[in-house]
């Protein structure tokens, strides 16, 4: 007898895995309200503060007082994370430092407001995100939400207060959690407590009461949360039980389970399931065992159908594998702890289901143990045809018992002439073994047959006296028995061994079809891939036709995604996807909704959204109903695989707007500094001059000179913005012409006047040096910032050598400082933009060099730099002749 407590590997592996991966994350513990003013913050932080006495390395990561004295002398001992200031469109807001905690690692983080939306440059768009990530590196959590913010019920609650939420986190995250801690107050209570003014001010606490928090709102949100909680129990408690391979049933709550086959009273069975749940208020759940017997065409279709109308009236709908259709239902009842099993009469109660034991229904009855058993008729069959005698249903074919009992005969008929030499003995076990191999190619019922038949014929032509059934022999008598009894228990085991196999079999075609899936979309690197990997897979299992339609960024219309192999889809089609996509609800052929559609469509769901709809052409309903739990699974992977590379194409732009905000914030301090220097200059100046009675010659040229170098900075700086953009836009055009390399060192100097004090600038050039064929305005640009760069940091005094040699193929300008020269690990950045070493003397914006670099380049040429031995920097400039 099988041993029905002995866990399934496959289950063991999967809860071994499940198990490493939980070790590895930190845990979440929500603390669940139905709204604000219940004490959700108060909780946390009271189990904050005793985690912290007992020596636990606890940090508010952020923690919203609304300025609550309670709350905030909670926080006063312990150690707070400072908040990050991000500044958007001249505001600076306040959002939780994710790198500082990573950095920091404590062991507890208490993070308020689950539901947040970050600042536009941050980590992540939400802070649930951001919880996520701390969990993944191993950080225990405490977090609070209140019940509206939850995904699913967001509507509901918009319904009951008449307020849109906007703020919401989807269901996964309380999936995950392991701990979800109800803070529960009564309305009146919490209504008291705004009168109070202990949630808001006095003058919003008025309004609040007149509005959102009234009691009848309060008691709805009340509802909603206990009735969250209570389910997030009892999966606990299910889930518990699966781990510890508890039996069960605890009937701690009511969970009706329903078992669902091609019978047509199915239909009738689900929808009484239906009401009883409803009345119940119990959560249900249909099941069908797959067994190896094969239905035929009106079987499949009378299956998909009551499949789809369990879908239709809310059950959680389970599909299993087993040989024995009793002992998959009671499996599954147990995992899902189900108090009550619902099954249909059986109308095919007669005397062989009583001799082999195949009525269903008292088997349950037998084996169901504390799970009680509703049994409910059917009304599709009149009494009438209910006392009709019935042969048990035939699982095999008719020609597979006229072939069976054909080679009984032909081996009797072969042995008979040998049957003297053989003696009836060896003649026994000739058939007998026959027997044993007819399972290997035939059905129960042919065997069954095969072993009624041959002891019967070996008795009848084989023992003495022949050509009657009288047996004189008391061992031919036991030998007769023995036979029939071997070769029926033998034919019978392996026959259940061979449908064992099947069964095993089509799990494992299953789950390498789905690993193979999984591993094809875990390999795709960009959104395309993954639609292709998705639509090869269809093709290659389903043997059907593909297409994907996923929603654009930016407009959120559906659009077909082709590959190569594609075919493009009519209007009809794709209409059919846009509803599918729209509402969230498979649509198409086969289907009840819109059902003139040449595809099947699902919707590409993923934890926080719908992305678009995969569709797939089937030949038939039949081959679309076997099949059809397969494609949910499917379409769910291909809903994940696009959810994680839109996650990643939404956490690379927030990567883009976070250096964005950067480069803006850095331009930003660069210009106005750079700017508020020159001008002040100017406008000092000219206010000297106006004031200015009379007065020496010098006096006014130092002020004229200091007026003239204040505008030539500040000129500089407008072109070198200018060339910026040019250089960005990738309109910057070179006009090439012969240049005389002096002229262009010339040109360069010139612009600097007193700037360049008592420096001493040494140039080098051959005598032979032949002209450059470079745009001369642009190079002069180059050799003025590199200049520029070289006089701020080269002390009075000290010399600047420029010196100029060419070969064959290039030309090379040198221009060395004798300042301090830079850390080696400011070399790389050095033609970065707005990249200024730091601790160095203050000015410039940081765009000089990263523009020299692009005009160079533009010429095809190199720019290099490193740190003299003796001090300062060599820039090397290398243009092709």
Not at 617 to 631: M, T
């Amino acid at each position: 007898m099988e041993d029905t407590t002995r866990p399934n590997p496959d289950e063991l592996l999967e809860q071994i895995k499940k198990t490493e991966q939980k070790e590895k994350k930190g845990k979440l513990k929500i603390y669940l309200g139905m709204c604000a003013g219940v004490g959700k913050t108060f909780s946390m932080l009271q189990d904050a503060s005793k985690a912290h006495g007992r020596g636990t390395d606890v940090l508010i990561g952020y923690v919203e007082t609304h300025g609550r004295a309670e709350t905030e002398f909670l926080l006063f001992y312990m150690p707070q994370l400072p908040r990050k200031k991000i500044s958007y469109k001249g505001f600076e807001l306040e959002e939780m430092d994710v790198d500082t905690i990573l950095e920091k690692k404590p062991k507890l983080v208490v993070v308020d407001e689950l539901a947040h939306t970050n600042a536009p440059g941050s980590r992540h768009n939400k802070r649930y995100l951001d919880v996520l990530e701390l969990l993944d590196n191993g950080i225990n959590v405490y977090t609070a939400i209140n019940v509206q913010h939850i995904e699913s019920l967001a509507d509901t609650v918009s319904q009951i207060t008449g307020i849109i939420i906007k703020e919401t986190v989807p269901d996964s995250i309380f999936d995950i959690a392991d701990e979800i801690e109800l803070v529960d107050i009564s309305p009146d209570e919490l209504i008291q407590r705004l009168s109070d003014g202990k949630v808001y001010t006095a003058d919003k606490a008025k309004d609040a009461v007149e509005n959102f928090f009234r009691k009848g709102n309060l008691s709805a949100l009340r509802e909603l949360s206990l009735r969250l909680a209570a389910d997030r129990v009892d999966r606990q408690v299910r889930d518990y039980m699966q781990e510890n391979r508890i039996p069960g049933p605890w009937k701690s709550t009511q969970r009706i389970l329903i078992g669902i086959g091609p019978n047509p009273n199915s239909s009738d069975l689900v929808r009484w399931a239906r009401r009883i749940a409803y009345t119940m208020e119990a959560s249900w759940v249909a099941v069908h065992v797959d067994t190896p017997i094969q239905l035929n065409e009106k079987q499949k279709l009378s299956l998909n159908n009551n499949l789809d109308l369990a879908r239709e009236l809310g059950a959680e709908v389970v599909i299993t594998s087993d040989i024995d259709v009793v002992k998959g239902i009671i499996r599954i009842a147990k995992n899902e702890n189900a108090t009550h099993i619902v099954v249909g009469k059986s109308q095919n109660r007669n005397l062989f289901s009583k001799i082999f034991k195949t009525d269903i229904v008292n088997r349950i009855l037998d084996e169901s143990g504390k799970i009680d058993v509703y049994v409910v008729s059917g009304d599709t069959e009149t009494v009438d045809e209910q006392k009709k005698f019935r042969l048990p249903a035939a699982q095999s074919d008719i020609s597979k018992y006229i072939i069976s009992s054909c080679l009984i005969f032909l081996v009797a008929a072969i042995c008979y002439p040998f049957s003297d030499i053989l003696g009836h003995q060896t003649v026994a076990l000739i058939l007998l073994l026959v027997v044993s191999l007819l399972p290997l190619i035939m059905g129960p019922g042919p065997v069954l047959l095969a072993a009624i038949l041959s002891p019967m014929i070996w008795n009848y032509f084989f023992v003495p006296p022949k050509f009657t059934l009288w047996i004189s022999k008391s061992e031919d008598i036991l030998t007769f028995i023995m036979f029939f009894i071997i070769a029926y228990v033998t034919g019978v085991l392996t026959t259940r061994i061979r449908q064992r196999e099947k069964a095993i079999r089509q799990r494992e075609e299953r789950a390498v079809a789905l690993y193979n899936l999984a591993n094809d979309l875990s390999k795709a690197i960009n959104l395309d891939e993954v639609v292709k990997e998705s639509v090869k897979n269809f093709k290659k299992v389903f043997h059907s036709e593909a297409v994907i339609f996923l929603k654009e960024e930016d407009t959120a219309l559906l659009k077909q995604v082709i590959d190569n192999q594609a075919e493009n889809i009519p209007e009809k089609e794709f209409s059919v996807a846009e509803w599918v996509c729209a509402n969230g609800k498979r649509a198409g052929k086969f289907t009840d909704s819109l059902p003139f559609a040449e595809y099947v469509y699902y919707p590409i769901k993923g934890p926080r959204g719908i992305y678009g709809s995969a569709g797939i052409k089937f030949a038939n309903e039949v081959q679309f109903g076997e099949q059809e739990a397969l494609i949910e699974n499917f379409v769910n992977q291909v809903g994940s695989a696009v959810e994680r590379e839109l996650l990643n194409k939404t956490a690379g732009k927030t990567l883009i707007l976070e250096e964005s905000e950067k480069l803006y914030k850095t331009l930003f301090d660069s210009i106005s500094h750079e700017l508020k220097t020159p001008i002040a200059a100017i406008m000092a100046a000219s206010s000297y001059l106006t004031q200015m009675k009379g007065g020496d010659k010098d006096t006014r040229t130092d002020i004229y000179n200091e007026i003239s170098t204040a505008s030539i900075r500040l000129n500089r700086l407008v072109e070198n913005l200018l060339d910026m953009a040019r250089l960005e836009s990738g309109k910057l055009v070179v006009n090439l012409s012969a240049c005389d390399v002096q002229d262009l060192i010339n040109g360069a100097l010139n612009q600097f006047g007193t700037e360049i004090g008592t420096r001493k600038i040494n140039i080098d050039i051959p005598e032979n040096m032949p002209f450059v064929k470079v745009d001369f305005v642009l190079i002069e640009q180059v050799l003025k910032n590199i200049i520029q760069n070289a006089l701020l940091y080269t002390p009075a005094g000290a010399g600047i050598d420029i010196k100029v040699s060419f070969d064959n193929e290039y030309s090379y300008i040198f221009i060395s400082d004798n300042g301090p020269g830079i850390p080696e690990k400011g070399i790389e950045h050095i033609f970065e933009k707005f990249y200024r070493v730091d601790n160095k003397t203050a000015g410039g914006t940081g765009l000089g060099l990263s523009i020299s670099k692009g005009i160079i380049e533009a010429h095809k040429g190199t720019i290099t730099v490193v740190n003299k031995k003796s001090g300062g920097l060599k820039f090397q400039i290398k243009i092709p002749k």
